[in-house]
């Protein structure tokens, strides 16, 4: 994975004790990975020389060259599918060469990523896209990526009971994840005489997400609800996990693009209805009215609308409360990793020792 030369203020350090680090040189995309391709070649194939079973994390740039490495020294591979760039690619502000030479960059890696899928087990993140795969002639498993155990599934039955209603958005900050919307829904919410709140936490992602979030900041402003809608920046996941207590309701108005956030899960997990749109993964994830409320689009309107429901009916709210606390509980990490390692031990026909019963 790539390492900052200089590590941020913010993020989430390793601490697994059987996870040892190969790092590379930092890379935030394609522009900056190319340049350096003969450093990362260099790199990748010394790894995958020390590997026994090689997991490539899709899409990425340096998969498709850690996957010729890896067959090419015979050795076992399997993809986990997180997101679609070719979704994604309508929703870009690129205009000009820009567009499209990253609709270049798209078409090889869409290209790559079926050469890989095709040929080695796969699993993907949600419903969607392992319907894409298979239909682009891969065998997929899907799954569900989360970063929770057990002890992170709160116990709060209800929310709202209080004013302001807090709201919390957790994203990274670029033109994929319909955040644009939210400094609308706050004016809106406003208007309807709602006391509301929304904190929007997440780094930015290069140029464009600075671009982003500086647009959001600027609608806000616009709107007069720069008092109301604040830009926390990027926290690392252990001040986070407890962060999402402190909230009333999560909101994720994301466009296609992309499996199943974690962030629902994490949301859910904290005992935080979840109000998100139900485009790529997602669908697979929340049920609506059930465990969630899924907008049929990530306008400002519909975010607004959902929250003033959400904030008037007790009932609802409780419930989808409950069925999050549910979800989360059948999605840990420990069942998740489980599942998936027993899928490699079987498909790959590799003896993995079990450690551990999970419960």
């Known amino acids: 994975m790539?390492?900052?030369?200089?590590?941020?203020?913010?993020?989430?350090r390793l601490r697994a004790t059987n996870v040892r680090l190969a790092p590379l040189p930092h890379f935030a995309g394609p522009r900056q990975f190319y340049p350096m391709?003969?450093?990362?070649?260099?790199?990748?194939?010394?790894?995958?020389?020390?590997?026994?079973?090689?997991?490539?994390?899709?899409?990425?740039?340096?998969?498709?060259?850690?996957?010729?490495?890896?067959?090419?020294?015979?050795k076992p591979v399997f993809?986990?599918?997180?997101?679609?760039?070719?979704?994604?690619l309508p929703y870009l502000p690129y205009r000009g060469i820009k567009r499209s030479l990253f609709g270049a960059y798209v078409a090889f890696e869409e290209?790559?990523?079926?050469?890989?899928?095709?040929?080695?087990?796969?699993?993907?993140?949600?419903?969607?896209?392992?319907?894409?795969?298979?239909?682009?002639?891969?065998?997929?498993?899907?799954?569900?990526?989360?970063?929770?155990s057990l002890q992170d599934i709160g116990t709060r039955a209800d929310t709202c009971a209080a004013a302001p209603?807090?709201?919390?958005?957790?994203?990274?900050?670029?033109?994929?994840?319909g955040l644009r919307a939210l400094p609308g829904a706050v004016a809106a919410l406003v208007a309807q005489g709602h006391d509301v709140t929304l904190d929007l936490v997440g780094p930015t992602i290069g140029q464009?997400?600075?671009?982003?979030?500086?647009?959001?900041?600027?609608?806000?402003?616009?709107?007069?609800?720069?008092?109301?809608?604040a830009l926390r920046g990027a926290i690392p996941l252990d001040e986070l996990m407890p962060l999402y207590r402190k909230y009333d309701a999560f909101i994720l108005p994301t466009q296609p693009g992309e499996g199943i956030p974690r962030v629902l899960?994490?949301?859910?997990?904290?005992?935080?209805?979840?109000?998100?749109?139900?485009?790529?993964?997602?669908?697979?994830?929340?049920?609506?009215?059930?465990?969630?409320?899924?907008?049929?689009?990530?306008?400002?309107?519909?975010?607004?609308a959902a929250v003033h429901r959400l904030i008037g009916d007790a009932a609802l709210r409780r419930r989808v409360i409950e069925g999050g606390y549910q979800t989360a509980r059948a999605h840990t990490l420990e069942r998740q990793a489980a599942a998936m390692m027993r899928v490699v031990s079987d498909r790959l026909h590799l003896p993995l020792n079990v450690v551990a019963q999970v419960a």
């Open 2 to 12: 790539p390492v900052f030369d200089v590590p941020p203020a913010t993020g989430s």
């Open 165 to 177: 209603v807090r709201l919390l958005t957790v994203s990274r900050i670029d033109p994929r994840k």
């Open 79 to 88: 993809l986990l599918v997180v997101g679609d760039y070719e979704a994604l």
């Open 265 to 304: 899960m994490e949301a859910m997990a904290a005992g935080l209805p979840v109000i998100t749109t139900g485009v790529s993964g997602i669908g697979s994830l929340i049920r609506h009215e059930d465990n969630g409320l899924v907008m049929a689009d990530s306008s400002a309107a519909a975010v607004a």
């Open 111 to 148: 290209w790559a990523l079926r050469h890989m899928a095709t040929r080695v087990l796969t699993f993907a993140n949600g419903a969607a896209l392992r319907e894409k795969h298979e239909r682009q002639g891969a065998s997929v498993v899907e799954t569900t990526t989360t970063t929770l």
């Open 208 to 229: 464009i997400g600075e671009a982003e979030r500086d647009a959001i900041a600027a609608e806000a402003k616009r709107l007069g609800v720069e008092g109301r809608f």
């Open 37 to 74: 391709l003969p450093a990362m070649l260099q790199r990748l194939r010394a790894w995958v020389r020390q590997c026994d079973v090689v997991h490539l994390r899709v899409p990425s740039p340096a998969a498709i060259f850690a996957f010729r490495f890896a067959r090419a020294q015979r």
